[in-house]
């Protein structure tokens, strides 16, 4: 089966910026989920070069402007190289072997087929949407996605009758529902072409960057007209009629919200004019934002894809952007954010789950072990399996990659619940021990599996740890993802694959005014009471952040709790913090709970607090509770949360 996905070609008049890597980073997911599915799979980008932006930021910098394309490949490919996108094709629009002749071959048979007429246009021209503006669209008069003024324009122009394909088009919405998703952008352009469309500009009078008008040499074709044709030119049309019926149509184009209406409505026109067949589907997907406003270069705000790779590598990045923005809606980047779910999915959870297992298998069975039959977490694994397929089938990149930590998470709750550091401590229950930790190998291996396309360098990392060095392109959804129960594995302790990062100084933890701006600080030393002396029972001394910093909060479940013998006051807790072995706790809460009351809790402690000697047992932790004067402790959890996950 193929599958050919393209993703829109970027104006190359500045280097990708987070947003253009946001577009690329989720295709190749897709491209990626496709291949891992069986397909035969055709992954196309590339850069869009006939734009009046490129032509003039080649002139600024005094250079030739193919030239200065050629270099501003260079740029975007290292970049693409960097975040582990892997395109199959890159196309630019300067092609003369591929895109100049589908490009003439497509205006003359729109032309040829009567839908091409000359006129006058009059109008306003945005340069940053390179697009024609009309005056109900403008926002105070600017352009509102560039909030620049558009030129007022008066030329001799070709124009495509897009006015007559308004019924067809609405015929194909009807007919092929799916040509536009998500369901936002579906209504967006229905309700856009049912209000009536005018016929559109297909050339562009006086001047000499573009491809010529085949009908018409003295004019260059409208660089939208231009681009769109990009995804056949790669496929051979109008050069290689072979190529071009094996792959033509193409089954998905995967856009930005802002240019969803090109790819919906122009294209299917142009195309149906030229009778050509139809791509089957245009996934619109949202914005990225730098903590909610538009990345710009005058907000100087814009967030260089590079340098969020460089602070873990390129797969953290690419788990944000697919886990935590819901693909077809806007979404959000901080940097803070990003170091928090950092921690979150990847230190404390994939990676810890990795490191117990490995270490564990290590500590317990000399580094291997026997599969067996499979217990409570096969199931977890198979429901999991089950809705990462359905959800990547239909592009919910967040919920594919969320049922993969379902089961991540199922595992590190496996481990609470089993206990193998128990296990091990009892020779009669070594077959029993391999089996939880075999289970525990086999979910982390069908985890990784599923989370290929999303951080494909490091599941090859934790397949490899598993004794299994095949490459990804050598693994396939149905065979990888199916429980095994047979057959013995080597599993390799290497280490942490992501180690936890602590709050920079400064940065944790600094609130936000309204502007955005970080708050200043209040001037060390200055008394609480100031303000109103008598106001308030006295405060504790301030403290600083650094301060703050060395008190090592986390979250720990509790895995068994008891009375103490001979205390009133004091609880045993045996608590799991996400390191290889339990923590025992002794905590002051025997009057307020009963020990039942808390096994499975999450709750938090103070882990870095000097192990303390209590009626002869040693304590390794405070437990957190609120402690009304007289009254009885509460202590303080809330939801569920995975153990080992710092507080602040
Ligand atoms: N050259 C046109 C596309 C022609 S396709 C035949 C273009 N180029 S662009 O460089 O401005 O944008 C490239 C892609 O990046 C578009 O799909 C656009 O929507 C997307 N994005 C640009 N900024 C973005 C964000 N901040 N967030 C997500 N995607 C964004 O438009």
Known sequence: MKYFL??????????PHLGTAYEKITADIIARYRRLAGYDTYFLMGNDEHSLNVFRRAQEQGKDPLAYCDEMEQVFRDVWKRLDVSYDDFIRTTDRKRHYPATQK?????????????????????EGCEAFKPEKDLVDGNCPIHNTKPK????KNWFFRLSKYQQPLLKLYKEQPSFIEPEIRRNEILRLVEGGLEDISMSRAGQSWGIPVPFDPASVVYVWFDALINYAAAAGYGWNEEKYKTWWPANLHIVGKDITRFHCVFWPAMLMSAREPLPKQVFGHGWVYFKGERMSKSLGNIVDPLAAADRFGPDPLRLYLAKEIPY????????????????????????NLV??????TERYQKGSVKAASGGALAAVAADSVLAYRQAMEVHALHDGAAAAFRLVSAANNYIAETQPWALAKDPAQADRLNGVLSDLAEAVRIAATLLAPVIPSSAQEILRRLGDERPLQDRRLDADTEWRTSGERRILNAGALWPRIEAEKGVVNVTENDSGAPSA???????????SPQAAPQQPAQITIDDFAKIDLRTAKVLEAEKMPKSNRLLKLKVDVGEPEPRTILAGIAESYEPEQLVGKSIVIVANLAPRKMMGLESQGMVLAASPDGGKAIVLNSEPAPPGIKVR
């Open 106 to 126: 497509l205006a003359q048979a729109c032309y040829d087929n009567g839908d091409v007429y000359e006129g006058s246009y009059e109008g306003w021209y945005c």
């Open 521 to 531: 600080p209040s001037a060390p030393g200055t008394p609480a009471t100031q303000a």
């Open 6 to 15: 393209t993703t829109a070609i970027d104006y190359v008049n500045s280097r």
């Open 328 to 351: 077809g809606g806007d979404g959000d980047f901080t940097w803070e954010r990003f170091e928090e779910k950092y921690n979150a999915d990847l230190a404390n959870n994939l990676g």
């Open 355 to 360: 490191n117990r297992v490995a270490s564990m």
């Open 152 to 155: 007022w324009i008066k030329e």
